[in-house]
């Protein structure tokens, strides 16, 4: 049972371009919502997170757009340049009954942008 | 500052022998993970802690055992290696939020021959 689903799987841009990556989830418990990024050989690392009280959460070129009716969020990294190469992974997480952590991870998208 | 490290960082083995992942961290966090990343499944939770001498189980246990005895160190033993092991392992720490960072480390490709 996925209870997070990612697409694409794979992602070709061209420098300047904007990327787009999409989420789902199914448990309407979930309330955070972190994107990862991690760069071939290394661990992944928080990018950016979003709670569900707002729809969209903007850091530099990266943006979270939270649609909570649909059950979706996407990040969109605009101005793509060759150094946001990596795979990106969605998330998503909910308060357990002893208050732990426990998150529910997409399958990732490898983006890579060209030159 | 150390943060998060992980040994060894890659590994070959065999098929029934036993193996060892260490994970240490330096920043007393609370919680820690154990994950497989695995091409086309992204990143599945093996185990997890929630603080020195508790823990539970993730979504593919099986094969698997940890243990922590002190806050800072969570290794993960498969007792018996199988092929289907081979995988890329990352250690990952959190503060005791429920929301909160998880901080990966860098690590251990496995190779089970």
């Known amino acids: 049972q996925q209870q997070v689903k990612q697409s694409p799987q794979s992602l070709i841009v061209q420098k300047g371009g904007i990327s787009i990556i999409n989420c789902a989830y199914e448990n309407t418990a979930f309330d955070y919502f972190p994107w990862y990024q991690q760069f071939p050989g290394k661990g992944p690392a928080l990018l950016i997170a979003i709670r569900p009280d707002v729809s969209e959460k903007k850091e530099g070129r990266f943006t979270i757009s939270f649609n909570k009716s649909a059950k979706q969020f996407s990040l969109h990294i605009m101005d793509s340049q060759p150094g946001d190469s990596a795979t990106y992974f969605c998330?998503?997480?909910?308060?357990?009954?002893?208050?732990?952590?426990?998150?529910?991870f997409g399958r990732g998208t490898s983006l890579i942008v060209h030159p | 500052d150390a943060g998060i490290t992980q040994s060894p960082r890659y590994k070959i083995t065999e098929t029934g022998r036993q193996v060892t992942l260490m994970c240490h961290q330096t920043w007393s966090h609370s919680y820690m993970f154990w994950y497989r990343q695995d091409l086309g499944h992204g990143l599945r939770l093996i185990y997890y802690?929630?603080?020195?001498?508790?823990?539970d189980k993730g979504e593919v246990p099986d094969g698997y055992v940890v243990s922590r005895s002190k806050t800072e160190n969570f290794p993960l033993t498969l007792e018996s290696a199988t092929r289907s092991q081979t995988s890329v392992y990352f250690c990952?720490?959190?503060?005791?939020?429920?929301?909160?960072?998880?901080?990966f480390g860098p690590g251990t490709r496995l190779t089970v021959l």
């Open positions: 998330a998503a997480s909910r308060t357990t009954s002893g208050g732990s952590y426990i998150p529910t």
């Open positions: 802690s929630a603080a020195a001498d508790i823990t």
């Open positions: 990952a720490s959190s503060v005791k939020v429920s929301t909160d960072t998880q901080y």
